[in-house]
């Protein structure tokens, strides 16, 4: 197949795009009483924030136990029905190919992907049941209030900017971000990367056309190549064994950094009080005067607290040796796009008999692939894996609580994320009408916001970017939102780098629109730098901890929360 066959392909399956599939029926949540207290529903009445720093940090400090499942993984026959069925009719790991498939490539060799293919069904599992299913359950407590989510990285992960250095500065701010929401929110924070798997983007057009010259459109490193010229631009097969490779290695270091004293609390609690320093030191530098940069004292406030804990802990004996101290539980996840690489790397786990997508601990359908005859919630409501769906200002309630039934009948606590990304004026407007709807229906659901995606404007040079203070007030809106509606706000979606870009504007460092040209290297939307994402989590533990004492009349409340 040649580019021209490429092209007619894209036109035919555009024509046919209003072609009516089988529809999906809900089934029933099976919630029998609606009217009884359930913790799932709604907020807890006030009671005493947890005073025990020790189990605050279990999650993040306890060493995964799940090593010992690897082998409980096997590859499956695309034949095999899975024995929990989870929808009206039967479900099989190629089920999906009776659905309408959008933002799926057309490679020219359908021998040579068939071959790729095969090669990945033998290859071993990136990630493991056990792990899947030990996030889901912290994902049921973020359900509840008694977890907060920290999910963040690229954009789209690059085969070129591929090396530990970029891998372990991530990884870094994670941990910063992390131990910062700890404290303000007094409660375990789930670390969940866009890591190790995050490379397919949806487009808006199957074709970009420059100068006259129309080629596919670049759909993410293990698709094809940004490089606008043929070559580079036709997909190719070869590329999807490259990205398992990356993954593997990412998750790998990953997993090294988390068990092998790189996370030690006390590390990171000193670069965090290194951050608030220097930001202090550069704004003084840049300003000609010793004013304070906006929130400073707050952060230096905070960053000193949590060093205070630290010292606390260890005279108490939990000295820097002790697992909690010194190690953390880090998973991945990545949007389920390309799914005949998504079904290659899915296995039968012979501990439960459940499938899990092993390409990643967690999985979320996009904006513009979460059709309800779709072919990707056909593939996604048979996999076992905790599940994210991303919902914009365009989500009917009615529509959402159809898709939570058909991804989640049984109902199961940390099985869906609802990730919202609608913009702070949508978020205020949208939101209580998506969470009414998901109450009433009796659904149990994480409610997590990403302030990214609704708020990218195009900067007078023509780079995409996206206005800290846009980012900032969608998050004050998602907070004040499930403030007012008495539901949970679970945690937070950002697409992040621990480089020194200069993508998103604003923030401390003040990056300006003449600035982005400097270090603007994504290769799809703009991400937010180290200072920017480690500002915002200074932002949300503010906030965190001002409605964790406001829910206790116990501690007064001074001042008023910046986020």
């Known amino acids: 197949m040649n580019l021209v066959s490429i092209q007619q392909h894209h036109s035919l399956t555009e024509a046919q795009k209003n072609k009516p599939d089988m529809a999906l029926t809900p089934t029933a949540t099976g919630f029998a009483n609606l009217t009884a207290p359930n913790p799932f529903l709604h907020r807890t009445t006030a009671s005493s924030p947890p005073t025990n720093l020790l189990k605050l940090l279990h999650l993040t400090r306890k060493p995964n136990p799940t090593i010992a499942t690897h082998s409980s993984l096997s590859p499956s026959s695309s034949s095999t029905l899975s024995s929990t069925n989870l929808g009206p009719s039967a479900w099989a790991l190629d089920s999906w190919k009776s659905k309408q498939a959008h933002q799926l490539p057309v490679y020219p060799d359908p021998d040579e992907l068939r071959d790729v293919l095969t090669t990945l069904e033998t290859f071993p599992p990136i990630v493991f049941a056990g792990e899947a299913r030990r996030l889901e359950t912290w994902l049921g407590k973020a359900a509840v209030g008694e977890a907060f989510l920290l999910q963040g990285g690229d954009c ?18 994670f941990l910063q971000m992390a131990i910062t929401l700890i404290y303000g929110a007094q409660m375990p924070v789930i670390k969940v990367g866009r890591m190790a798997g995050q490379f397919a983007k949806p487009r808006s057009e199957p074709f970009e056309v420059r100068d006259g010259v129309k080629l596919p459109s670049y759909r993410g490193d293990n698709i094809n190549g940004d490089a606008f010229d043929e070559k580079s631009r036709i997909p190719d097969p070869q590329r999807l064994l490259r990205a398992y490779l990356q993954s593997v290695g990412t998750l790998n270091l990953l997993r090294a950094f988390a068990t092998g004293g790189y996370a030690a609390m006390q590390r ?17 530098f840049i300003s000609g005067c010793n004013k304070l940069f906006p929130d400073e004292d707050r952060y230096m406030e905070l960053a000193q607290r949590v060093d205070e804990a630290i010292g606390f802990l260890d005279a108490a004996g939990a000295t820097s040796d002790n697992p909690i101290m010194n190690t953390v539980e880090f998973w991945v996840s990545h949007e389920c796009l390309h ?45 076992s894996n905790p599940l994210g769906i991303k919902v914009s200002d365009k989500m009917d309630p009615t529509e959402l609580v159809k898709l939570c039934e058909v991804l989640n009948p049984h109902n199961k606590p940390g099985r869906l994320t609802i990730i919202t ?38 900067a007078p040079c023509g780079l995409k970017t996206r206005p800290f203070d846009a980012i900032r007030a969608e998050l004050r809106a998602f907070f004040d939102v499930h403030e007012q509606e008495g539901s949970y706000p679970g945690g937070v979606h950002l ?48 906030r965190l901890r001002k409605d964790r004492l406001k829910s206790n009349k116990d501690f007064p409340v001074n001042g008023s929360s910046k986020v």
């Not at 789209?156 to 591929?162: I, M, P, R, V």
């Not at 939307?525 to 932002?539: K, V, Y």
């Open 268 to 284: 990171v609690s000193d670069w965090n009080l290194d951050f608030v320093e220097h930001i202090s030191t550069l704004t003084r």
């Open 156 to 173: 789209a992960e690059s085969f070129k900017e591929f090396n530990a250095n970029n891998i372990r500065d991530t990884f870094r701010v």
């Open 495 to 542: 697409e992040m780098t621990g480089q020194n870009v200069t993508e998103c504007i604003g923030g401390s460092k003040a990056v300006t629109d003449s600035d982005l040209t400097s270090r603007y290297h994504t290769h799809c939307d703009p991400r937010l730098n180290a200072s920017q994402s480690l500002e915002l989590a200074f932002l949300i533990a503010d």
């Open 339 to 383: 799914l005949l690489y998504e079904q290659a790397l899915t296995r039968e786990d012979s501990t439960t008999g459940h499938y899990y997508d092993c390409s990643a601990h967690m999985l979320w359908v996009g904006e513009r692939t979460r059709q309800l005859d779709g072919a990707h919630v056909e593939f996604l409501r048979g996999v």
């Open 421 to 458: 990304r609608m913009g702070a004026e949508n978020m205020r407007k949208k939101l209580p009408h998506l969470i009414r709807a998901v109450r009433q229906a009796g659904l149990i659901v994480t409610w997590v916001s990403d302030p990214m995606h609704g708020n990218t404007i195009k």
